[in-house]
């Protein structure tokens, strides 16, 4: 095995001891159950780990990430996450947070044949196109990037939102709610996009409403 490999192995073994040198419960506690108040969908580059920038300790977030921070509702492995948060680990919030310089959203703006990554990418593209006369009015390529960044995130918290076991869950509870960020590479810092959660889901509700209520218009009122 290489020296890098082998590392990542003396890394844990370290961790593992400086854990319990600070709480010699700390991983009998850890095994018991995940009680996390935040779902983090987010993109899979090596740059950008949840925990991490978030200041997060384990079992206060569920993670899921994918290339680009895409949540397409024919992709099992993002709706399961999502289900699961939801209606089993019962989160607040629902954070999709994108990143500046990402190479999935590159890739979606490059006319280039990516095999397999093609219908991936596609989703990034759907993005472009319904907001093409903004992008193009952006005559700075980096600009123009950055704002698809942060638009394909906005696009990812409406597809969360029209998801059936969200919109049930926040019939009842009120939770959870969903978050845009943008983690900005260039600083460190995470920007909170300022998604209009309460807005979307009235914008939405004619179209894709899935519980038979009127429940977003007239909560409120109640």
Request: aromatic letters at 10%.
């Amino acid at each position: 095995m290489s020296q890098s490999y082998e590392v990542i192995f003396e890394n844990n073994r370290k961790w593992v001891e400086s854990k319990i040198a600070q709480d010699p419960e700390f991983f009998h506690e850890l095994s018991k159950t995940q009680n996390p108040d935040y779902l983090y969908i987010g993109c899979s580059d090596s740059r950008a780990t949840a925990e991490e920038i978030m200041g997060a300790k384990p079992g206060e977030v569920f993670v899921h990430r994918n290339i680009a921070n895409v949540v397409n509702t024919l992709d099992m492995s993002s709706t399961a996450v999502i289900q699961y948060a939801v209606e089993h680990l019962k989160v607040k919030h629902i954070v999709v947070c994108g990143h500046y310089n990402c190479g999935g959203v590159k890739a979606a703006m490059t006319p280039q044949d990516l095999g397999l990554l093609n219908p991936w990418l596609r989703n990034i593209r759907d993005v472009y196109r319904l907001h093409q006369a903004e992008l193009d009015s952006i005559e700075d390529e980096g600009k123009r990037y950055d704002r698809l960044v942060e638009l394909n995130v906005q696009e990812q918290c409406i597809n969360v939102i029209k998801m059936a076991c969200v919109q049930e869950r926040y019939i009842t509870d009120e939770y959870p709610i969903v978050h845009g960020w943008v983690f900005d590479l260039r600083t460190g810092k995470i920007i909170d996009l300022d998604i209009d959660f309460e807005q979307i889901l009235k914008d939405i509700q004619k179209i894709y409403n899935l519980t038979s209520s009127d429940w977003v218009m007239s909560r409120k009122t109640h």
